[in-house]
């Protein structure tokens, strides 16, 4: 297919097979999509990205889009990568508590630019993740007990719609678009501008201690009861390795003093410890360990094999336990359709998933972030969220062009039910 029509439009540097940076650009974030597209766009502005959904659908080729494409899962083959790296601009307004920042912008940048003023966003563990795709995807942060998720963060988007339209979706232009961005991900629209709130968190005590796993089995067994106790200013975790400790990861809103007042009685169940390291740093400094889940279910109750799944000989090398609640499960009438708000726990393992049938069967759902199965995009929502989510696409992409994704398909019109 002849591309000049492309370049011809098209500000930001084009690649195509057999050019310098082709294989350079059509690289993504997973080694395992050796994507192939017929042509890669890095974007300059909106124009550039009105130019390639355009272009894309004239010849009727795949669209891909990605920012530093952590969000990725399915290879960009045959058709136009759009890359929007190169929008990475980050403006904050510290009166307002709003950060304004372009698609290709990471947390990283955000983080910085947002201390100087005391304040943070709700970023996610690894700050080279990019802002939009996290954040239409739903964003958990180990700040989402207290302030909810990400998207509900979100105070405006600019995108650029199907039909090669530059449109805001806010609270008061397109309340339907803008619903379904925050957590329906990229199914919508390419982000060329977004603004997300601020919070004053400047500093926090956080860390991790790590207990003899023999204790594991039953620390986890009190903390499914336990942590219905813990105030929002309080996120932890549990991480289960191959090795002799488990880890208890903690990051709280407020003093020492009162962090360990309220995490003793989960401490006295996990015996003595091996290594403690909690302090206080500042929010742009936290260095948690976390585990990246190839398989994820939001589950009511922990299953009393978890600590079993882990041994020398087990393909499971990790499982992370989160507690979420919190702010998240007190959304305002409002907000999006992002996660099982009613799920107390999920349940992240480094496996194989026939390795992981025994969870599997507890599980209430996923999470947008953290979902690898393109087949499994509803299980991320609730039944309701998801035939709305349909209908949004419906409105806003009813050929379905933002399909190189986690896709969710438009609802089908009555006539078509009705033909079938």
Do not use: C
Not at 25 to 35: G, K
Not at 136 to 147: E, I, P, T, V, Y
Not at 263 to 284: F, H, I, K
Not at 328 to 344: F, I, W
């Amino acid at each position: 297919m002849n591309t000049q029509d492309l370049r011809n439009g098209f500000r930001g540097p084009v690649h195509r097979p057999g050019d310098e940076q082709y294989d350079a650009q059509r690289a993504a974030f997973n080694p395992n999509l050796d994507a192939r597209p017929l042509v890669v766009a890095e974007a300059t502005g909106p124009a550039d990205v009105r130019a390639a959904v355009t272009w894309a659908r004239a010849h009727d080729v795949p669209l891909a889009v990605h920012a530093t494409g952590h969000g990725t899962h399915v290879a960009a083959t045959g058709g136009l990568l759009l890359k929007t790296h190169r929008m990475s601009t980050v403006l904050v307004d510290p009166d307002r508590r709003i950060a304004k920042v372009g698609p290709g912008a990471r947390w990283g940048d955000v983080i910085a630019a947002a201390a100087p003023f005391g304040l943070a966003p709700l970023s996610g563990t690894a700050p080279g993740v990019g802002v939009a795709g996290y954040t239409f995807g739903g964003g958990f942060s180990l700040l989402s007990r207290k302030f909810g998720f990400a998207a509900d963060s979100l105070v405006r988007a600019d995108l650029v719609t199907a039909d090669g339209e530059l449109v805001t979706a806010s609270r008061g232009h397109n309340p339907d678009l803008f619903w379904g961005v925050r957590g329906g991900g990229g199914n919508f629209g390419v982000a060329t501008s977004l603004e997300v709130k601020l919070f004053r968190v400047s500093e926090v005590y956080a860390g991790v201690t790590r207990f003899p796993v023999e204790r594991a089995a039953e620390t986890l067994a009190f903390f499914q009861q336990w942590a219905a106790t813990e105030p929002d200013e309080l996120t932890t975790a549990i991480i289960l390795g191959q090795g002799p400790t488990f880890t208890v990861k903690t990051l709280h809103i407020g003093a020492p003093a009162d962090a360990h007042r309220l995490l003793r009685p989960l401490w006295s169940v996990a015996g003595r410890p091996v290594e403690q390291d909690l302090r206080t740093v500042r929010y742009a400094d936290i260095k948690l360990p976390s585990v990246a889940p190839r398989n994820f279910d939001m589950v009511d109750a922990l299953p009393d094999n978890l600590v079993d799944l882990v041994g020398p000989d087990s393909p499971v090398t990790a499982i992370e336990v989160k507690h979420w609640g919190g702010a998240m499960s007190r959304p305002a009438p409002s907000a999006g359709p992002a996660g099982h708000r009613d799920v107390p726990f999920s349940i992240g393992i480094n496996a194989p998933a026939e390795a992981v049938a025994s969870v599997r069967k507890h599980s209430r759902g996923s999470f947008l972030n953290f979902l690898h199965d393109r087949d499994a995009v509803a299980t991320a929502f609730t039944p309701a969220n998801f035939r709305r989510l349909r209908e949004v696409k419906r409105a806003w992409d009813p050929e379905n062009v933002f399909r190189t994704n986690l896709n969710i398909e438009p609802a089908r019109q009555h006539a078509e039910l009705l033909a079938r």
